[in-house]
């Protein structure tokens, strides 16, 4: 009964979520408009978060028709120092989104009063420990953007459309409904958006199934964690998968990403906030992770995930400093500048605890291309640190076909081998793109749990014969392909070419006896 419920509250959130695009984005790009429907959902969020936690300790108390949003502005700013420390922000009664929706449609300068309450929530964590957690989160929502309109009407008209939209969906008490309805509508935005914006999609949205399994991947053994990283967080769905599988209170230290586009970064925080992970249980960084890590202070991490950029460039060696640097330098070589793959791999080697799992999506080519990339997969075997390589289907990711793979680091392991796990048919079609199934994902994390030698499947390979292939650590050097091919009995071809030629004698005879007639006739 109630899965029945949760795909209906789901199935009536994606309904709206589309009723929303159709009827509003109008000339706005859809990726540059989901910035407005994600930002107005999280002002939403953050006034109802708020104005619950207030009610409900008012209630508690016997003050039963205490009611947040009808209080004046001067009551509540008694309370605005006590809620900072508990909640991170503070929102004045007035500026509620509730409050703001009702007199929306009178108020002709309803983009300053947004701009202004924008600007006022993130004041109210400045100087406090929240501060980094709200700065520059609504500067994505640009509501004097000409994309709205050409004129101030035009846009507050839109402004007031995309209030009354976002306060219809329906969200109710995010504590009582069966799914995680503001995380959900996050998530189905970033991937209806992602599947039509190209190479985008691919950099700001990992598909939710490929994130499960290598956070099921991660978690093998454990019931909880004590902190999760992911060092090219995006907009931050491979942590939160921590929060739905694990249990966020089961992530006993928080949630630590980086990420170096801005726009990127302001999604991942608001994506905590719509999960109802508190501020003081993340910590997002903005920058590159490759040549200024944020977070030298918080490693080691228990489990890292992490589906970084292919194949993009970085200074590598044209910067005489990083090789020095103590992530890096074990290996005694850096990733080639044109390909920062593996110097993902030695960052997150590196703060990863020692007990702790790490498994990172990663481009086929560091499997087995020469120079560099050989020497730093040397290293890896040559050190135990190459737990698993599973290799994924083709067509997962929004914007590449290319079938990518899976790397597995531990510190501490029980063999001296690695586990290679060919799950390139491990798929269903879905329209464009293929996807991994429950089914799917069950018999990956089960192989990867038992490390049996399954035909066509997996195998496990001792790292002497890893060095025997020049470190080769591509899945189908080690697990046989499954021949599909039609098996031909050449005893059976033999009979049947032989019967073939006796015929066709026996055709020419009779085709040169016609014709002998022929001509005596004649």
């Not at 407005?36 to 953050?46: A, E, K, N, S, T």
């Not at 490693?299 to 640097?325: C, R, T």
């Not at 291309?369 to 020497?375: D, F, I, P």
């Amino acid at each position: 009964m109630a899965d029945n419920r949760k795909e209906q509250e789901r199935a009536e959130l994606h309904r709206t979520i589309w009723s929303i695009a159709n009827d509003l984005r109008g000339s706005v790009d859809g990726w540059d408009f989901k910035q407005y429907v994600l930002g107005m959902l999280f002002y939403r969020y953050i006034s109802e978060n708020m104005t619950v936690y207030i009610n409900r300790g008012e209630w508690e108390t016997g003050n039963k028709d205490f009611d947040y949003a009808k209080i004046s502005d001067i009551e509540a700013e008694q309370a605005r120092e006590d809620l900072v420390k508990t909640k991170g922000f503070f929102i004045l009664p007035s500026e509620l989104f509730e409050n703001v929706r009702t007199k929306a449609k009178d108020d002709e300068n309803l983009n300053e009063t947004l701009e202004r309450i924008f600007s006022n929530i993130e004041a109210s964590a400045q100087g406090t420990d929240s501060e980094d957690d709200f700065k520059g989160l609504f500067d994505d929502i640009d509501v004097n953007s000409n994309k709205l309109g050409s004129s101030v009407a035009k846009r507050n008209e839109k402004l007031v459309k995309l209030l009354n939209s976002i306060a219809e969906m329906k969200l109710g008490d995010y504590r009582d409904n069966t799914i995680d309805a503001f995380g959900d509508a996050y998530e189905f935005l970033m991937g209806m958006y992602a599947s039509n914006a190209g190479k985008s999609g691919g950099e700001y949205y990992t598909p939710q199934e490929v994130s499960e399994l290598l956070t099921r991947i991660a978690l093998v053994g454990k019931t909880e964690v004590n902190k999760v990283y992911d060092p090219a967080c995006g907009s931050g769905s491979l942590l939160l998968k921590f929060a739905k599988i694990l249990g966020k209170d089961k992530v006993r230290l928080g949630f630590y990403g980086q990420e170096i586009n801005i726009t990127t970064y302001n999604l991942c925080r608001i994506n905590m906030f719509l999960h109802d992970i508190d501020y003081d249980k993340f910590d997002i960084a903005l920058g590159d992770t490759l040549t200024d890590p944020l977070h030298w202070d918080d490693e080691p991490f228990e489990a890292i995930v992490s589906n970084p950029p292919y194949s993009i460039n970085w200074k590598g060696d044209s910067d005489p400093i990083l090789i020095n640097d103590p992530r890096f330098s074990p290996a005694g070589v850096l990733a080639p500048k044109s390909k920062a793959d593996l110097a993902f791999i030695m960052h997150s080697l590196s703060w990863l605890s020692t007990n702790g799992t790490a498994a990172i999506v990663c481009f086929p080519g560091v499997m087995y291309r020469g120079g560099a990339e050989r020497k730093i997969r040397q290293y890896l075997i040559d050190n135990n640190y190459v737990d698993c390589v599973i290799q994924l289907p083709s067509n997962l990711f929004y914007g590449t076909s290319i079938a990518t793979c899976i790397m597995v680091l531990k510190k501490s392991k029980s063999e001296n081998s690695t586990l290679f796990i060919d799950a390139s048919n491990e798929f269903v079609k879905v329209t464009n793109n293929n996807k991994l199934t429950q089914d799917n994902m069950d018999k990956i994390i089960e192989a990867f749990r038992t490390r049996e030698n399954i035909e066509h499947f997996s195998r496990l390979v001792p790292n002497s014969k890893i060095e025997e292939q020049d470190y080769n650590l591509s899945v189908t050097t080690y697990v046989e392909q499954n021949d599909t091919r039609e098996v031909i009995d050449i005893t059976r071809l033999n009979v049947e070419i032989e019967e073939i030629v006796a015929r066709e004698q026996v055709l020419r005879d009779e085709i040169d006896k016609i014709i002998a007639e022929i001509e005596a006739g004649v």
